[in-house]
């Protein structure tokens, strides 16, 4: 923070010195106030306008600048510059949230965090927008306005509906391998420091050949994975709602500055061709035994905010915002993404967002962009806002062309997936027996049947048995406990296993 003078008058926010900050101008001393106290109404009126809209999803977080190194060479796979050569530093920022609760909820609530980074890069801003789990809920952004109202308030009652929840993941298998991560106890990070961060969707790589591959990007923390129990999260949040904010301000102020190192898993265009279920689905992972992780490079995280509301409340992150050597895929949750988080930014805080400090490039931004609420710089001046004009010497950079991209078929439509896309309980069930222990099945059971037991109303008991369902079909076990967790009549259960097992013989 750069040092300001000394002995600074009080002045309104157009420069003008005054005395009277406390007291209003009135008609004698007990009288009426006059409408000239000019003071009086910038005081109320800039305050009635402190609170910008909050983020409709991610809207309690921290953040932190930091600073990336790339280690290893993946040049073979990517010309992005961060990746350009081994000790390669790039400057970056970085916000961690909770997803479905307000901006004065708990940090220690069950749900993913997330887990967003802009990189300050020569070739422009460059965010990684994802969470701190490899999958999410669904797969097609047309569901996600339906899942995040599952996540919000009821709207008559005006509270978390856990039935609301339930109904919706019942309805929707996909969402099964996402529940499993949240009711283990990797959806109570003991803080933003002791949790692994991922990208989530598949994106592209692009070498300096134009030759693609298919990337999902890792960010494993170093300080090592630490979780709450459900008692211990429950009692933070009654202890200390920040407490995650807190923890991650205080370790920086005292220099143990937190470290995650990157790791990339890729995959040819032929193999995506030729992989047995579509690996652009965001509710599954990639498997390390056949895309196994490669070391790129770390990030420390080393300076917190001067202000909260300037960098943290108005930083903005988008998908879509990649630079050069780096691209799409078809994800559907990706492809949706593209657009609605540019679109909740220019709601949210304005359409010149990018100009914000926390938000702006450091490099050269040359656009014909002009105008809009909160323009704060010199729009322009005086040089053109259009192109192709005879005056300025902006223009067009031929290595920015694009690549092609070779696209499956040239139909529309609504397509039926395969069988193997509609698989959504093998990698829960595989999460479930191979990557839990004893205690941590018996822990998630538990989450489970706790989270489950505030269903109510008329249609409880058809969404307890849906969503039954689905756990026995991921691993009988896990739904026998489930079941005997929530009293469920175990003929009933028998009925239902025989029931599906009849289904699946058909």
Known sequence: MADKPKNRKLTTATGIPYYHHEDSMTVGPRGPVLLQDFI??????????????????????????GTFTCTHDITKYTRAVPFSQIGKETKMFIRFSTVGGEKGSADAERDPRG??????????????????????FIKDAKKFPDFIHTQKR???????????MWDFWSLNPESLHQVMFLMSDRGTPATYRHMHGFGSHTFSLINKDNERVWVK?????????????????????????????????????????????MKIQVMTEQQAKEFRWNPFDLSKVWPHGEFPLIDVGHFELNKIPDNYFA??????????????????????????RILSYNDAHRYRVGVNADQLPVNKCPFAVNNYHRDGAMRVDDNGGSEPNYFPNSFD???????????????????????????????????????????LNDEEKQTQINNIVG??????????????????????????????????????????????????QAGERK
């Open 40 to 65: 009086l109404h910038e005081k109320l009126a800039h305050f009635n306008r402190e609170r910008i809209p909050e983020r409709i999803v991610h809207a309690k977080g921290t953040g932190a600048y």
């Open 115 to 136: 887990f967003a980074i802009k990189f300050y890069t020569e070739e422009g801003n460059w965010d990684l927008v994802g969470n701190n789990t490899p999958i999410f």
């Open 154 to 164: 009821d709207p008559r009652t005006n509270t978390k509906s856990p039935t609301m």
């Open 217 to 261: 990007f890792h960010f494993k923390t170093a300080q090592g994975i630490k979780n709450f129990t459900d008692a211990e999260a429950g009692a933070m949040k009654g202890k200390d709602p920040d407490h995650a904010q807190r923890d991650l301000v205080n370790a920086i102020d005292v220099k143990d500055y937190p470290r995650w190192n």
């Open 311 to 336: 960098d943290v409340e108005q930083s903005t992150f988008a998908p879509s915002n990649v630079i050069d050597g780096i691209g799409f895929s078809p994800d559907r949750m990706l492809q949706g």
């Open 393 to 435: 010497d902006i223009y067009l950079d031929e290595t920015r062309k694009g690549n092609a991209w070779e696209l499956e078929s040239n139909v529309a439509a609504y397509y039926d997936r395969n069988e193997n896309d509609d698989d959504h309980y093998s990698q829960p069930g595989t999460f479930f027996r191979d990557v």
């Open 451 to 500: 989270a489950m037991s505030g269903i109510s109303g008329p249609k409880k008991d058809l969404i307890i048995m849906r969503q039954l369902c689905h756990f026995f079909r991921a691993d009988v076990n896990l739904g026998m406990g489930v079941a005997r967790g929530l009293g469920v009549d175990m003929t009933e259960v028998q009925a239902m296993m025989q029931k599906g």
